[in-house]
């Protein structure tokens, strides 16, 4: 234990002490691409490059949100990756590991996960992204004269330059309806993305409700259903069908170019709720989710949950039209993200409490074409929507961020 307490020590002191040009906060996607491409393109030294991050390895909700699900094969294409060369996905697939193990699905070369994480992986090695990392949570930021000082587990850290890419994994979406019980339920309410649950832990179940009728919810009933699981997934609508979560257009000039010529951030934010196509799936899942019910194995019921109930070893969910009810073994919810501005206390102490940042109506930052929201502080993710448009919180919008931000090195 005091070997431990002086290995830490000694990190906090180098945390503490280490001059940086670029201080990035959040480690998924975003942060780790980042760090990459800052270093690669936008000519910064490597270790006066940090990310900071509370999880033990780089992306690591990805991968749970992921497995959560069943995943098998990402919804996004081939060329989206965390190396810096669109087509370095391709090249690994055929030497190595990476040969014995790519997985491709048509169209757009969409990578098997295991087959993207591997990649993920030997980026990661190849270009020792993780000795990047410091692992540890910010708390404050506070600006000076040079940069900004952010606050952390481990004590103070100097920057010239501050990126914010956080994300929404910490703020989940539960219904009010549903608030009580799940947090009371003994592990029968559970909402897909928190980090408690695990799609194992059903295995016990004979039947489960899901709530919600996007990818998620599809992508776990078909892994459920297929171990025999009895699955009911309630929705508020039918199956929405859409390759991605909103049109390949918002990648390009073709829906860019009058996105960055609106001035109204209002009118921004509408043509942003109205390119998504929230709550919905891919063909082949919908296609999967279809064969799982002419089995009879999948329910689809569309109506509108009102009430979550406890009755013996049951959970049964009320809704506002028939069957009116739904009885199972537990109760998933598959709900997504509030999308409320993200970032919590940290965010929005130094936005509205101190450095006196900007914001939309909506809450979102308000940043210039290069995503600098003030005064050598950047933003990547769901925080750069408003310049970015509907694709800023995928790994598209990471790669778009990372050339934003080389402009401003």
Do not use: N, W
């Given at each position: 234990m005091a070997r431990l307490r002086r290995r830490r020590e000694r990190r906090s002191e180098r945390v503490m002490s280490l001059p940086l040009d670029w201080l990035i906060i959040g480690g998924g996607v975003h942060g780790t691409y980042l760090s990459h491409a800052l270093v690669q393109r936008g000519g910064a030294s490597p270790d006066r490059v940090r990310v900071l991050d509370p999880h033990p390895q780089p992306l690591d909700t990805f991968w749970r949100v992921t497995?959560?699900?069943?995943?098998?094969?990402?919804?996004?294409?081939?060329?989206?990756?965390?190396?810096?060369?669109?087509?370095?996905?391709?090249?690994?697939?055929?030497?190595?590991?990476?040969?014995?193990?790519?997985?491709?699905?048509?169209?757009?070369?969409?990578?098997?996960?295991?087959?993207?994480?591997?990649?993920?992986?030997?980026?990661?090695?190849?270009?020792?992204?993780?000795?990047?990392?410091?692992?540890?949570?910010?708390?404050?930021?506070?600006?000076?004269?040079?940069?900004?000082?952010?606050?952390?587990?481990?004590?103070?850290?100097?920057?010239?330059?501050?990126?914010?890419?956080?994300?929404?994994?910490?703020?989940?979406?539960?219904p009010r309806w549903a608030q009580a019980l799940a947090a009371h339920a003994e592990a029968r309410v559970h909402h897909i993305f928190a980090p408690s649950f695990r799609r194992e832990d059903l295995a016990g179940a004979s039947s489960v409700a899901i709530v919600g009728g996007g990818i998620s919810a599809a992508q776990l009933a078909c892994a459920l259903a297929a171990a025999g699981t009895e699955v009911t997934v309630v929705a508020r609508h039918e199956a929405r069908v859409h390759r991605f979560d909103s049109d390949p257009e918002w990648l390009g000039p073709r829906a860019m170019t009058g996105f960055t010529r609106t001035r109204d951030l209002a009118e921004r934010r509408r043509q942003i709720a109205a390119a998504r196509h929230r709550g919905s799936m891919p063909p082949e899942i919908a296609s999967a989710l279809r064969r799982e019910a002419r089995t009879g194995r999948v329910r689809w019921v569309e109506a509108e949950p009102l009430a979550l109930d406890a009755k013996g070893d049951r959970v049964i969910l009320q809704l506002d039209r028939p069957p009116h009810a739904v009885q199972a073994d537990r109760v998933v919810l598959a709900t997504g993200f509030d999308s409320h501005r993200p970032g919590g206390s940290l965010v929005d102490d130094a936005a509205l409490d101190r450095l006196g940042l900007r914001c939309a109506a909506c809450g979102y930052p308000v940043v210039s074409a290069h995503l600098e929201w003030g005064p050598g502080l950047f933003v990547s993710g769901p925080l750069a929507e408003l310049e970015l448009g509907p694709t800023a919180r995928n790994i598209a919008g990471a790669r778009a961020a990372a050339e934003r931000l080389a402009g401003a090195a």
């Open positions: 497995g959560a699900t069943g995943m098998t094969y990402l919804r996004s294409p081939g060329v989206h990756h965390l190396d810096l060369d669109p087509y370095a996905l391709r090249r690994f697939a055929k030497r190595g590991a990476g040969r014995r193990h790519a997985r491709f699905v048509y169209p757009y070369d969409r990578p098997g996960l295991e087959f993207f994480r591997l990649h993920t992986e030997h980026v990661v090695r190849e270009h020792r992204l993780d000795a990047r990392r410091e692992r540890c949570r910010a708390h404050r930021i506070e600006r000076t004269e040079t940069g900004y000082r952010v606050e952390t587990d481990l004590g103070s850290l100097l920057t010239r330059r501050l990126v914010l890419a956080v994300g929404l994994a910490e703020q989940l979406c539960i």
